[in-house]
């Protein structure tokens, strides 16, 4: 037996209707916010995620599936969207169609990392980019949109957390500080973190090992180092999230695993999902549009798990999906009339009602325990003494009452359906 690659699952259809109500939340709130669906291709060129997410990254240094494919080209599964979205919103020339491009888009992604819960190594992710303007607004509907979606989902364990990384100026000054306050400890941190020591400290914040989060325990804070109008726009931030009454709390580790991120940064967490508890984070990228040969223009955008999102629901036990039934069901009393029945099926089906009938020649018990299966609302028997004299039997499944209507006339039956229907 040819089994799924580790780390990958399929969706099956038992699986479809909890995909399905998720997909439709996330339109209906992006819609709402007036955003426009974006779809990039799988694979790109390597360096797009090299230079926009950054070569000292897990997901560039470990995670990426690349491949040098026959025109000799580095090509990379895209392991995140942002960049992706950027590279289409740089080839484009949208900012010149319009100065403000608000997108989202849901899409497979891939990185070979250690499966776990809520992680596969190819994952499905929805988020939004809102590309063209510095407002600090612009991030708080960034948090508004996960939060609404998170929310709408019936979501009751989750907590923002926000914080901001000033601009590079700023930023630069705390990461010598932070340097100076490492220093003498350097050699006793981990083999990563003593890596992005030299390369890019702030990541060290990322780190999941004990040991290295002790020794930054007493570390310098980040927004004490933030300029005037990285701390204005913080603040705006934070009084605008108390307005809409969103709750949250500054957490000033949260640096994101990202080197194109600049001031706001944000995650939402779940309390549902075990130690991998982010169900979505973002925040602004105002250099990343430049970084990959656009015109120097604002970004902020966010990214969210659909599956950590289905696990949180699961265990939440939050989706109440409506019952999955089919209108109609034909039970052949004789095999012979597969035939008319299957136009009459057909006639149905093009009136919009959603139809079944059996194509295995099974009994009248078995196709009775199908309809059951499939939750059908009428079930129509075809044979016997009704048909030898035009008729067919209609029960209502659910109150047991049976009508005799004539064989050979659909719309008759479809007017009668969508009068009790």
Not at 88 to 114: C, D, T
Not at 143 to 162: R, T
Not at 170 to 185: D, Q, T
Request: charged share 30%; glycine share 8%.
């Amino acid at each position: 037996m040819i089994k799924a690659i580790t780390g990958i699952k399929d969706i099956l259809p038992s699986e479809i209707p909890s995909w399905s109500h998720l997909e439709e939340a996330i339109h209906s709130v992006f819609k709402n916010y007036n955003y426009k669906e974006i779809r990039t291709p799988v694979f790109e060129e390597t360096t797009l995620f090299s230079r926009g997410i950054g070569e000292e990254t897990d997901i560039v240094g470990k995670e990426m599936y690349t491949f040098t494919d026959r025109s000799g080209t580095s090509v990379t599964l895209k392991p995140e969207m942002t960049a992706a979205v950027v590279r289409a919103y740089v080839e484009h020339s949208l900012g010149k169609q319009q100065p403000l491009n608000k997108l989202y888009y849901i899409s497979p992604m891939f990185r070979q990392e250690r499966p776990q819960a809520g992680r596969l190594r190819q994952f499905h992710q929805f988020g939004g980019e809102a590309i063209g303007s510095s407002s600090p607004l612009l991030d708080v509907e960034m948090i508004d949109i996960a939060y609404n979606i998170l929310n709408n989902l019936g979501l009751k364990d989750i907590l923002v957390k926000i914080n901001s990384l000033g601009i590079p100026g700023s930023r630069e000054r705390y990461k010598e500080e932070l340097r100076n306050y490492l220093a003498e400890k350097k050699e006793m941190l981990s083999e990563d973190s003593r890596r992005r020591f030299d390369k890019n400290i702030l990541r060290i914040f990322d780190s999941k090992i004990d040991n290295d989060q002790n020794l930054l325990k007493d570390a310098p804070l980040i927004l004490d180092y933030l300029d005037d109008e990285s701390k204005s726009d913080f603040d705006m931030v934070q009084s605008m999230l108390e307005r809409l009454n969103i709750p949250f709390e500054i957490d000033q580790r949260l640096v994101r695993g990202l080197d194109y991120y600049t001031k706001t940064t944000f995650e939402i967490i779940s309390g549902s999902v075990g130690s991998q508890n982010a169900l979505c984070g973002g925040g602004r990228y105002d250099l990343l549009i430049e970084q990959l040969g656009g015109e120097p223009t604002p970004g902020v955008g966010f990214a969210a798990g659909i599956e950590r999102i289905l696990l949180a629901c699961e265990n939440e036990n939050v989706l109440n999906l409506p019952e999955d039934k089919i209108d109609v069901y034909f039970v052949l009393l004789d095999n012979e009339l597969k035939i008319e029945a299957f136009e009459l099926v057909h006639n149905l089906r093009s009136a919009g009602f959603k139809v079944d009938l059996d194509y295995m020649d099974r009994s009248v018990k078995a196709q009775m325990r199908e309809a059951n299966k499939y939750s059908s609302r009428f079930v129509i028997f075809i044979g016997g003494e009704e048909y030898a004299s035009g008729k067919m039997n209609v029960k209502n499944m659910q109150d047991g009452n049976q009508f005799i209507m004539p064989l050979g006339n659909s719309e008759e039956l479809i007017k009668w359906l969508v009068e009790v229907k």
